[in-house]
Nanobody
Framework: QVQLVESGGDLVQAGGSLTLSCAASGISLNRMGWYRQVPGKQRELVAWVSTNGVRNYDNSVKGRFTISSDEARNTAYLHMNILKPEDAAVYYC??????????WGQGTQVTVSS
């Protein structure tokens, strides 16, 4: 059974930093990533990292967010710096298997106060 367990969501002041983590189990990973969603809007990509080290970021977070992974622990991290109120959202971990199956975490809330 595939599980994605997220943690790290919190309330932070604008300009602050936060790190999200996502631990995967029961899956042979191809890549992991983070998406975010605010009420009334579509879920949008934040960043992803593949097992061969390729990274991709949405333009809105480039230079502020860094995605990393610990392959030994099947865990991905999203290091978020210089947070803005518009970064506030529910952040969802996303994992792709080598068979192209896609899995989602339960979501973790990030709130940014101005």
């Amino acid at each position: 059974q595939v599980q994605l367990v997220e943690s790290g969501g919190d309330l932070v002041q604008a300009g602050g930093s936060l790190t999200l983590s996502c631990a995967a189990s029961g899956i042979s990973l191809n890549r992991m990533g983070w998406y975010r969603q605010v009420p009334g809007k579509q879920r949008e990509l934040v960043a992803w990292v593949s097992t061969n080290g390729v990274r991709n970021y949405d333009n809105s977070v480039k230079g502020r967010f860094t995605i990393s992974s610990d392959e030994a622990r099947n865990t991905a991290y999203l290091h978020m710096n210089i947070l803005k109120p518009e970064d506030a959202a529910v952040y969802y971990c996303n994992a792709h298997s080598w068979r192209s199956d896609v899995y989602w975490g339960q979501g973790t809330q990030v709130t940014v106060s101005s």
